[in-house]
């Protein structure tokens, strides 16, 4: 029997989902005729307008959120037993770190609930800090740190669990543009040496297309795909790439996607 390389094997894969929330006044469909088969080892993110539906589909991954319809497995499991097995790492927008805790003991807050010995966790924690460049930061405190850091830390604490699959939700939005453009360098490099799969929230278009092998461009009221646009630039992405007339193809597309999509009427 023929088998599916990894790199073709679907981590994520949605088949014709929808999502009404039963709001108070009118029912709003969040989500829908959803299909995208995200493979492991790609950077997908999704962009699109405020309403579009992007947190409510990274939360239906993540098992925050039921779908009323469709079909959804991660891991080849239901996103209920994805979350129990720990087959994801959550990064929210904004950091929600426990000013009390260290760098190190926020890393470990997952790891102690779990039971795991201090060690073992004290492993991790260095493991997962140096990836994100904090080596040296573990007896911090959040205070200590600049906004920039903190998510960092954030990033740490969701890859505690070892996942192969990170969730984040538009995790960079609340920085400035150098230390956005920094934080994208270091997350591509994570990304690209440690072969994880990122499903990535943005509004950011040059964000998407720098971070991306794959894009969702989404469009509100119904929250649905409207283009999914592959991001061939080579695997080892530098700032200077934004230049390229690659990226700027791409980059357009991707505008002009969004564009159709939205109604400046409303
Ligand atoms: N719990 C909820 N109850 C009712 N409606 C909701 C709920 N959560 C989200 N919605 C609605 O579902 C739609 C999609 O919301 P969602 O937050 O997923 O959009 P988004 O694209 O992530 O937006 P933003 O970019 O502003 O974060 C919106 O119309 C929103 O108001």
Known sequence: MA???????????????????????????????????????????LIG?????????????????????????????????????RAYGYVFQAP????WRTVERNVTLPLEIIGLDKTERQRRSAQ????????????????QLSGGMQQRVSIARALAFEPDLLLMDEPFGAL?????????????????????TCVFVTHSISEA????????VMSPRPGRILD???????????????ESQRFQDIAARVRHGLAEGHSYDE
Not at 20 to 31: E, Q, Y
Request: with cysteine.
């Open 3 to 45: 088998t599916t390389p990894a790199e073709n094997r679907p981590i994520v894969d949605i088949r014709t989902l929808s999502l009404i929330f039963k709001a108070a006044d009118k029912p709003v469909t969040a989500l829908d005729g959803i299909d995208l088969r995200i493979n492991s080892g790609d950077f997908v993110s």
């Open 96 to 99: 929600a770190l426990y000013p």
């Open 228 to 242: 999914v646009i592959d991001c061939d630039l080579p695997r080892e992405r530098s700032l200077e790439m934004r």
């Open 49 to 85: 307008p405020s309403g579009c539906g992007k947190t409510t589909l990274l939360r239906v991954i993540a098992d925050l959120e039921q779908p009323t319809s469709g079909d959804i497995t991660v891991n080849g499991l239901t996103p209920e037993a994805a979350r129990l097995k």
């Open 209 to 216: 297309v720098f971070l991306s092998t794959r894009i969702v």
């Open 176 to 196: 400035d543009e150098i230390t956005r453009d920094h934080l994208n360098s270091q997350l591509s490099r994570l990304w690209r040496t440690t072969g994880k």
């Open 128 to 143: 997962q800090l140096a990836l994100v460049g904090l080596a040296g930061f573990e007896k911090k405190f959040p205070w």
